[in-house]
């Protein structure tokens, strides 16, 4: 996500061009809004459809969760509906919304703190930590599936900036930030509200926005680098990233320690949240995967998948030889040229149904 310093200028609004959820709205002659104001929950559920997958990614870049996504939204989508009547059209419909979500995910911040990563928490391991065990303390950045993303226009650099959006890099760097300044952030770089929408949004002053937006913008530049995933992936080419995905599963499902190490970076790091433990460097992550999950882990089976606008594989672990491989992790893979520059795997089972992958494999 290419996050610039500069300071932030107000954004002209194109009502003539824009679309119709993004322009005031005129209560009187929108029938629609008349029977969802009057308490038609399938007029407003026809309202709101359109911006519920985009809705959702907001949430999620917010929260660093799709529970917290979910939870999150379906609060706020409640709390629109009995708005409703309040509203008035004197914004669009979308800025409406999205001020409501924004409030339900500020609140969630404050009551719950930051998501984290294992390399947030403390300095890499040397060697291999043989029973590591979940820190549940701790709230945990989790993976976005693809699929989850709005469709948006059909133009390849709007769907790589959609997916820059939520790089774990990215997101990652936003759980640091306060809550207004990540809501600002996203509201005005991601979703392209001008800093006097947003102030209206949030309550605030055009100056507290574009405060909040300068010290937000040098915090996730210095996080984040210069270079995206999705950047990163269009000079790989499909046929390079799905040797490396296939290789990479393959690998792992034949315990073979050398094909592994050929596709990883000299400085790779391995992290498995909710694990504490963390490896950097070619030396600790194979010493890392030859003693536990390519020797001391049982057998596998792995899907290809897509995360976090970058390459996936999910993994299904047999771990008492009976067969049946269950949902184990989600590894979400970061490149540098055609290398692997990090493996993120989430151990959570649980959010295999929102990439529609089954929960066992033969």
Same mark, same amino acid.
């Not at 954004?11 to 824009?18: E, K, M, Q, S, W």
């Not at 303390?137 to 948006?152: C, H, K, S, T």
């Given at each position: 996500?290419?996050?610039?310093?500069?300071? !932030?200028? /107000?954004?002209?609004?194109?009502?003539?061009?824009?679309?119709?959820?993004?322009?005031?709205?005129?209560?009187?002659?929108?029938?629609?809004?008349?029977?969802?104001?009057? #308490?038609?929950?399938?007029?407003?559920?026809?309202?709101?459809?359109?911006?519920?997958?985009?809705?959702?990614?907001?949430?999620?870049?917010?929260?660093?969760? &799709?529970?917290?996504?979910?939870?999150?939204?379906?609060?706020?989508?409640?709390?629109?509906?009995?708005?409703?009547?309040?509203?008035?059209?004197?914004?669009?419909?979308?800025?409406?919304? %999205?001020?409501?979500?924004?409030?339900?995910?500020?609140?969630?911040?404050?009551?719950?703190?930051?998501?984290?990563?294992?390399?947030?928490? #403390?300095?890499?391991?040397?060697?291999?930590?043989?029973?590591?065990?979940?820190?549940?303390?701790?709230?945990?950045?989790?993976? %976005?599936?693809?699929?989850?993303?709005?469709?948006?226009?059909?133009?390849?650099?709007?769907?790589?900036?959609? $997916?820059?959006?939520?790089?774990?890099?990215?997101?990652?760097?936003?759980?640091?930030?306060?809550?207004?300044?990540?809501?600002?952030?996203?509201?005005?770089?991601?979703?392209?509200?001008?800093?006097?929408?947003?102030?209206?949004?949030?309550?605030?002053?055009? &100056?507290?926005?574009?405060?909040?937006?300068? $010290?937000?913008?040098? +915090?996730?530049?210095?996080?984040?680098?210069?270079?995206?995933?999705?950047?990163?992936?269009?000079?790989?080419?499909?046929?390079? @990233?799905?040797?490396?995905?296939?290789? %990479?599963?393959?690998? +792992?499902?034949?315990?073979?320690?050398?094909?592994?190490?050929?596709?990883?970076?000299? /400085?790779?790091?391995?992290?498995?949240?909710?694990?504490?433990?963390?490896?950097? #460097?070619?030396?600790?992550? &194979?010493?890392?995967?030859?003693?536990?999950?390519?020797?001391?882990?049982?057998?596998? $089976?792995?899907?290809?998948?897509?995360?976090?606008?970058?390459? !996936?594989?999910?993994?299904?672990?047999?771990?008492?030889?009976?067969? &049946?491989?269950?949902?184990?992790?989600?590894?979400? @893979?970061?490149?540098?040229?055609?290398?692997?520059?990090?493996?993120?795997?989430? @151990? /959570?089972?649980?959010?295999?149904?929102?990439?529609? +992958?089954?929960?066992?494999?033969?």
């Amino acid at each position: 996500m290419d996050v610039s310093t500069d300071p !932030a200028p /107000d954004r002209p609004t194109d009502v003539a061009n824009a679309p119709v959820l993004e322009r005031p709205t005129d209560v009187a002659n929108n029938p629609v809004l008349e029977r969802a104001r009057a #308490g038609d929950d399938e007029a407003f559920n026809h309202l709101v459809a359109p911006l519920h997958r985009e809705l959702h990614a907001h949430c999620y870049r917010m929260l660093g969760s &799709t529970h917290d996504a979910d939870d999150a939204l379906q609060d706020a989508l409640l709390r629109a509906w009995r708005g409703l009547p309040r509203f008035e059209g004197r914004a669009s419909l979308r800025s409406w919304l %999205y001020a409501v979500v924004t409030r339900v995910c500020l609140d969630t911040v404050a009551a719950r703190g930051r998501r984290a990563l294992p390399v947030d928490l #403390g300095p890499a391991s040397d060697r291999a930590v043989l029973g590591d065990v979940p820190l549940g303390r701790v709230a945990w950045l989790g993976p %976005y599936p693809d699929r989850e993303l709005a469709d948006g226009p059909a133009h390849p650099d709007a769907r790589c900036e959609q $997916r820059e959006a939520v790089e774990l890099a990215f997101v990652a760097a936003l759980q640091v930030l306060p809550g207004n300044q990540r809501a600002a952030l996203l509201l005005f770089e991601v979703l392209g509200f001008s800093a006097a929408e947003i102030a209206t949004m949030m309550n605030t002053s055009t &100056t507290s926005v574009n405060s909040a937006l300068a $010290r937000a913008r040098r +915090l996730v530049a210095d996080r984040v680098g210069p270079a995206s995933q999705q950047h990163t992936l269009r000079k790989i080419g499909d046929a390079r @990233l799905r040797q490396i995905v296939d290789g %990479y599963a393959t690998a +792992l499902e034949n315990a073979d320690a050398d094909a592994l190490v050929a596709l990883l970076t000299e /400085d790779v790091t391995w992290s498995m949240p909710p694990l504490p433990a963390w490896y950097t #460097g070619i030396r600790a992550v &194979t010493d890392f995967a030859v003693r536990v999950p390519l020797t001391g882990c049982g057998t596998w $089976r792995h899907l290809p998948t897509h995360a976090n606008g970058q390459p !996936a594989v999910a993994s299904y672990l047999d771990a008492d030889g009976f067969g &049946t491989h269950l949902a184990w992790s989600i590894n979400v @893979l970061t490149l540098r040229g055609d290398r692997v520059a990090a493996i993120t795997s989430f @151990l /959570d089972p649980g959010v295999f149904p929102h990439f529609g +992958l089954p929960t066992s494999l033969p």
